[in-house]
């Protein structure tokens, strides 16, 4: 990895600038693409889904929804050991998932006024799995647990067939356990349209959730602007590592590693204090490389994977500057202070808090915001599968005592209805008092 | 109103289906222009902002910040029991907002791996305001408020200037009792251009919120679609009102109205157990309405507006369906059950809680979701202006005891940087012991 020292905050910015994405024309191919599956998908429903999926994953299917023998099957084939750790990851995501729940706190805003806030969740949501070498289980568990803990009634799950038209048994195990038993084997732009319209056999949902490629990214972002909404944009993965010359150069070369592994366009961007550390820490990632599968990979994502030597001042706003999805602190407790962290998806605090515990199974979600998204949008929570929705109720001398206010406000904003909805209370009460 | 009776659920759903907005070559065109004028704007600045001031808003401007003087000045032109008025409703939503702060809970998910979340303010919002005959003070508080709260560090507000270049003194007003003093006078989709990408004069924001026209909305959902945050998708306002035959109709008829003088696409709906109630509210409609100013406006909007006599099951079931932006229950109070309410923004209880009270002053807030987004989405709240961050930190012997999850799920997902990442702290600490 590049060292660079004694950077400007211009020059340090520009430095973690993340890999550009897809642009100009072969973005509008892609656009033009994922159109026109939509658009096939909307007007042809499962007859196009049975096409698009023999075109695009190269397998007839026969059936879109998976069976429930096929899901009885899969809990035959998955290992024991597996099934353990997949509970006690699902365990801790539901603990700390349901810590979020929000109790509802009734607040008399001025006498007889009372105000308060209720969450209901997300009638029907659509979690989208990626399908390729390896069954992304931890996702299924990241967005089906507080899917099911919000109380979601209709909760799907979309994933692409392998060669065979299967669904990987892990992800039918991990849906499965969570109290999901509608899967349906449909990947790419087309189970997203799907999802968002509802062909004969998937049902339109409210709300779609899940990483994929840029296909499905797009597909999201399309049918967000028709109205369905969707969990958060996606870029690509992302780290930043935060450490001082006391943290272990070889825990901050498998951080990056780890980070580095996800794709060629994902960034590890390290902010030590000294040459000499980063220095270690280049060869820590070299020794670690070469006994990791993925090196290809890992070397084309730490092409653009600088390490800045910066002190903790300059750190600090390189660190809100660009918004880590991940931020991995490997400091003494008194060289850093969380208040300053203000953009940023996850923080893992201390040396023994690597970003694999998030992803897996510490409880936090690792459905987070990518591409400094961190500066406006939260990572999946509870709070995704549910909304809010406000009530008040007046007595009549709430009402009384606050309609001298409503009234001027609504005529200075001239809407003379709003007024008279008050007025017609107080003549009505004003009536009955009298006589 | 028309009076419809003992309808299916599919006959309740097409009676209450909202007018349909611009669509076809008419969206297109609109499309184009905002397109056009976003574009203009991205590439030539505030020179682009001046030309369309003046072409769109038909006024010469010279300076597209106000000026501090022009704000000083606008206070002693508002009416001190305005300002009174102001304050109250100033005080009320701020102690709503306030009880939306959520508390840090730190949860002990296993042994020794400790999980919490944050919130942190977004950094910078851009607070749109409309322009019109009147001014929309009262959202100039229902967005200042919660964003000063939320502690966002820049709050620029812009709002379209009027025939002398001015903005309303009564949103300046409203914007410095917030404590925003950093106010453009640009309108239309070109501020929300300027709020996402950047001028000479106007910041880039990371979240745009406020309602708008069909222009500003498209503008916004455009931004969104490149990564700029927004409130949420807009469409016209609305009201459900579901009462029983105990309710007074001139209370329901007050409340109907009250919503159809937005506009004449807004729509008012009632929900009533029978014909002769219907009847009652029909006449206190025709009654009332002749005292209103904006006749014609309510009357277009009850064009499509009817009335549902329909029992409590079907009332029910028409309410979620529909998912009103507001929903006021005037029904004696073993005559529903709030936990029956899935999908609304806000809700008002009882015979003296009319929306102007919320709208207003009460204390929740009046930005809510429209045409049936109540279904995935909350209203504005404390939460709209802030992110939240998880944060773990893990204990040498948490770690320990979580490596065999994290390990095997690592496997299972072919990751095995992953793994590596857990693998050298597991070394490190034996070595550490055994040396």
């Given at each position: 990895m590049k060292i660079l020292e004694k950077l400007s905050r211009e020059e340090a910015q520009k430095a973690v600038k993340r890999p550009a994405g897809m642009q100009g024309t072969s973005f509008a191919q892609l656009r033009n693409s994922v159109d026109q599956i939509m658009e096939q998908v909307k007007t042809r429903g499962?007859?196009?889904?049975?096409?698009?999926?023999?075109?695009?994953?190269?397998?007839?299917?026969?059936?879109?929804?998976?069976?429930?023998?096929e899901i009885e099957a899969a809990m035959l084939l998955i290992d024991k050991d597996l099934k353990k750790a997949l509970r006690t990851a699902k365990r801790n995501i539901e603990k700390f998932h349901q810590s979020q729940v929000e109790e509802v706190r009734k607040v008399e805003t001025s006498s007889g006024v009372t105000c308060w806030r209720e969450s209901r969740p997300i009638e029907s949501v659509g979690l989208y799995i990626p399908g390729?070498?390896?069954?992304?289980?931890?996702?299924?568990?990241?967005?089906?647990?507080?899917?099911?803990?919000?109380?979601?009634?209709?909760?799907?799950?979309c994933s692409p067939p392998d060669a065979h038209g299967q669904i990987h048994p892990a992800i039918l195990y991990a849906a499965s356990l969570c109290g999901i038993r509608e899967v349906y084997r449909v990947g790419g732009s087309q189970a997203i349209a799907a999802m968002a319209y509802g062909t004969e056999s998937i049902p339109k949902v409210d709300k779609i959730f899940g990483p994929?490629?840029?296909?499905?990214?797009?597909?999201?972002?399309?049918?967000?602007?028709?109205?369905?909404?969707?969990?958060?944009?996606?870029?690509?993965?992302?780290?930043?590592?935060?450490?001082?010359?006391?943290?272990?150069?070889?825990?901050?070369?498998?951080?990056?590693?780890?980070?580095?592994?996800?794709?060629?366009?994902?960034?590890?961007?390290?902010?030590?204090?000294?040459?000499?550390?980063?220095?270690?820490?280049?060869?820590?990632?070299?020794?670690?490389?070469?006994?990791?599968?993925?090196?290809?990979?890992?070397?084309?994502?730490?092409?653009?994977?600088?390490?800045?030597?910066?002190?903790?001042?300059?750190?600090?706003?390189?660190?809100?500057?660009?918004g880590p999805e991940h931020l991995i602190i490997q400091r003494e407790r008194h060289h850093y202070d969380l208040s300053d962290i203000q953009h940023a998806g996850s923080v893992f605090v201390g040396p023994y808090s690597p970003e694999t515990a998030g992803d897996?199974?510490?409880?936090?979600?690792?459905?987070?915001?990518?591409?400094?998204?961190?500066?406006?949008?939260?990572?999946?929570?509870?709070?995704?599968?549910?909304?809010?929705?406000?009530?008040?109720?007046?007595?009549?001398?709430?009402?009384?005592?606050?309609?001298?206010?409503?009234?001027?406000?609504?005529?200075?904003?001239?809407?003379?209805?709003?007024?008279?909805?008050?007025?017609?209370?107080?003549?009505?009460?004003?009536?009955?008092?009298?006589?």
């Amino acid at each position: 990895m590049k060292i660079l020292e004694k950077l400007s905050r211009e020059e340090a910015q520009k430095a973690v600038k993340r890999p550009a994405g897809m642009q100009g024309t072969s973005f509008a191919q892609l656009r033009n693409s994922v159109d026109q599956i939509m658009e096939q998908v909307k007007t042809r429903g499962d007859k196009a889904l049975f096409e698009l999926t023999e075109k695009l994953d190269g397998v007839a299917i026969h059936s879109i929804q998976v069976h429930d023998a096929e899901i009885e099957a899969a809990m035959l084939l998955i290992d024991k050991d597996l099934k353990k750790a997949l509970r006690t990851a699902k365990r801790n995501i539901e603990k700390f998932h349901q810590s979020q729940v929000e109790e509802v706190r009734k607040v008399e805003t001025s006498s007889g006024v009372t105000c308060w806030r209720e969450s209901r969740p997300i009638e029907s949501v659509g979690l989208y799995i990626p399908g390729g070498r390896a069954p992304l289980i931890s996702t299924v568990l990241m967005l089906g647990v507080p899917a099911v803990l919000a109380g979601c009634r209709q909760i799907i799950l979309c994933s692409p067939p392998d060669a065979h038209g299967q669904i990987h048994p892990a992800i039918l195990y991990a849906a499965s356990l969570c109290g999901i038993r509608e899967v349906y084997r449909v990947g790419g732009s087309q189970a997203i349209a799907a999802m968002a319209y509802g062909t004969e056999s998937i049902p339109k949902v409210d709300k779609i959730f899940g990483p994929g490629n840029q296909y499905v990214t797009e597909a999201k972002m399309m049918v967000q602007s028709a109205g369905t909404a969707i969990d958060m944009p996606a870029g690509p993965s992302e780290v930043l590592v935060w450490a001082d010359d006391q943290a272990n150069p070889d825990f901050v070369a498998a951080d990056l590693l780890a980070q580095a592994e996800h794709g060629p366009d994902s960034q590890a961007v390290l902010i030590c204090e000294s040459k000499t550390f980063a220095e270690k820490v280049n060869r820590a990632v070299g020794q670690q490389k070469s006994h990791l599968s993925r090196e290809s990979t890992i070397d084309a994502a730490l092409e653009h994977s600088p390490i800045v030597v910066a002190d903790r001042v300059s750190a600090i706003q390189l660190i809100n500057d660009y918004g880590p999805e991940h931020l991995i602190i490997q400091r003494e407790r008194h060289h850093y202070d969380l208040s300053d962290i203000q953009h940023a998806g996850s923080v893992f605090v201390g040396p023994y808090s690597p970003e694999t515990a998030g992803d897996y199974a510490s409880g936090t979600n690792h459905t987070l915001p990518t591409n400094g998204y961190a500066r406006m949008h939260s990572g999946v929570s509870l709070d995704s599968f549910v909304k809010k929705i406000t009530f008040q109720e007046l007595t009549q001398d709430g009402l009384k005592k606050l309609s001298g206010t409503l009234q001027l406000l609504a005529d200075a904003e001239s809407l003379d209805a709003h007024r008279n909805a008050v007025d017609v209370r107080l003549k009505y009460l004003d009536e009955t008092v009298n006589s």
